[in-house]
């Protein structure tokens, strides 16, 4: 990863600790990263992936449940 | 020495409970949730795997609507305190522990002042502690709210029926409350089978966890809106926001968590679930009805409960004719290494219905590190107390 990335942003670390496991099941590289200013004020994290990943990864959390906050790239 | 103390705090823990707590002091030690480092994130995945263990253990389908919280005892605050209102009518059992009876009578209405306050209905159960579902039934009023169960008495050991119950109150529309103190780790709990709304567990019992750790399942059918937090403070979300988070389990669990103490419980939890809670509950079954069949057989000796280990827990309780139990205590404890619990047991309202308020009794809880050996010495122990009694 780094060029190219994009971040999931979800409600909560809980969320996104979650969406870790899915990914890593699924076996999509992913990063928890601190949330980018510019896309939130939040003190907490998100998930990092490649732009490439950003379809099948939405898909793969939105079957485990995992809510979405915004999906933009970086 | 024998350790007869399992149903306040079980002892010894599986080696891997301290392990892990020491792995988290020396080797991760972060505050889970509050940044986004290598370490925050190791901290923040080892409370979200507990999280996710404690939720296979109850098959919770989303294991974020479980919260963690210090004991059962604020698990079931939060469950009381923060859902009921005044005028709700609420419906519990004569088996309760303080944990549940104090906050309610805390919320009562007082009867001088009207009906400013919560309804409460305590329904009888039987001298051996049982608890008849269609008394629970009858209970039942037009603004009744919730039922609050004991789900196995930490007296007694005798469990209720929270199924049978659980089925009543989805059809009155009801919320269902169990306070599993006694019971995660090693009795099975299954909430959506029972069918349990919200359940409080505690982490040190027979989830093997250390002290200070504990949490509630909040069930879909539990209004989040209507539910307010203990406690207000940072969550590591929203903190834009000067307002309190609306979501599980953040809305919940304000401040730095126990997250040494969660460490441990994740390691206990995953004991019990390669061990089994049914292979757990076997052998407890056996060590228990081989202790009540021994202590029964003593002359001067009163074994109370059920008297059959398939319908309670490894909790026995038991008076000593001509022994207070306060003395039966001192002397198991200095005469024979026997380490128990003696008197009321923080559960007056149990003590009223087995028959031995004030006084209260002598009471062996058992754990799964306990052998047939000790009990059979343990029962000698009393034997020799009871002939010195009579």
């Excluded at chain 2, 923040?44 to 263990?53: K, Q």
């Excluded at chain 2, 939720?55 to 989303?62: M, Q, S």
């Excluded at chain 2, 000593?320 to 002397?331: V, Y």
Aim: glycine share 12%.
């Amino acid at each position: 990863m780094g060029e190219g990335d994009a971040v999931i942003l979800v409600y909560s670390t809980s969320y996104a600790l979650r969406a870790e496991k899915v990914l890593g099941n699924a076996g999509t590289d992913c990063k928890l990263i601190p949330v980018p200013r510019h896309l939130s004020s939040d003190c907490g994290v998100c998930v990092r992936i490649a732009r490439a990943d950003r379809k099948t990864a939405t898909e793969a959390l939105h079957q485990a449940g995992v809510e979405i906050e915004g999906v933009h790239d970086i | 020495m024998i350790y007869f103390d399992n149903a306040a705090t079980t002892w010894p823990k599986p080696p891997a409970v301290s392990e892990a707590m020491v792995h988290f002091l020396e080797g991760v030690g972060a505050n889970p949730g509050r940044a986004a480092h290598r370490r925050a994130v190791m901290s923040g995945r080892i409370v979200y795997n507990t999280r996710e263990a404690v939720g296979e253990l109850f098959n919770v389908p989303d294991p974020l609507r479980i919260v963690f919280g210090a004991n059962v005892t604020e698990a079931l605050n939060l469950a009381l305190r923060g859902y009921l209102r005044p005028g709700d009518h609420v419906i519990t059992s004569g088996m309760e522990h303080n944990a549940v009876m104090r906050p309610l009578r805390g919320m009562e209405c007082p009867p001088a002042h009207g009906s400013d306050g919560v309804e409460l209905s305590v329904v009888p159960c039987s001298p051996e502690g049982f608890l008849d579902p269609a008394d629970v039934e009858a209970a039942i009023r037009p603004n009744t709210v919730m039922v609050v169960l004991n789900h196995a008495s930490n007296v007694v050991g005798t469990l209720l029926p929270v199924a049978d119950v659980g089925h009543i109150a989805r059809e009155h529309g009801l919320l269902l409350l169990v306070d599993g103190a006694q019971t995660g780790g090693a009795y099975p709990i299954d909430v959506q089978a029972d069918p349990i709304d919200l359940l409080g567990f505690t982490g040190h019992k027979s989830l093997h966890g250390p002290m200070g750790t504990g949490g509630l399942f909040i069930g879909e059918r539990v209004d989040v809106e209507r539910l307010q937090p203990l406690i207000r403070g940072g969550t590591g979300s929203n903190s834009e926001l000067e307002e309190q988070p609306g979501f599980l389990p953040d809305m919940c669990e304000s401040g730095t968590p126990n997250a040494v103490g969660l460490a441990g419980l994740g390691a206990g939890v995953r004991w019990v679930l390669e061990r089994g809670v049914e292979q757990i509950r076997a052998h407890e079954i056996e060590i228990t009805q081989r202790l009540i069949d021994g202590l029964r057989g003593i002359g001067g000796v009163t074994v109370y409960g059920g008297l059959d280990a398939t319908r309670q827990t490894a909790t026995v309780s038991f008076n000593i004719a001509g022994m207070p139990p306060s003395e039966a205590g001192l002397r198991l404890d200095e005469e024979h290494g026997i380490m128990c619990r003696v008197g009321l047991h923080c559960a007056p309202a149990a003590h009223k219905t087995i028959g031995t308020f004030p006084d209260g009794t002598v009471r062996f809880g058992l754990s799964p590190f306990n052998t047939l050996a000790e009990v059979t010495e343990a029962v000698g122990a009393v034997r020799q107390l009871a002939g010195e009694a009579y």
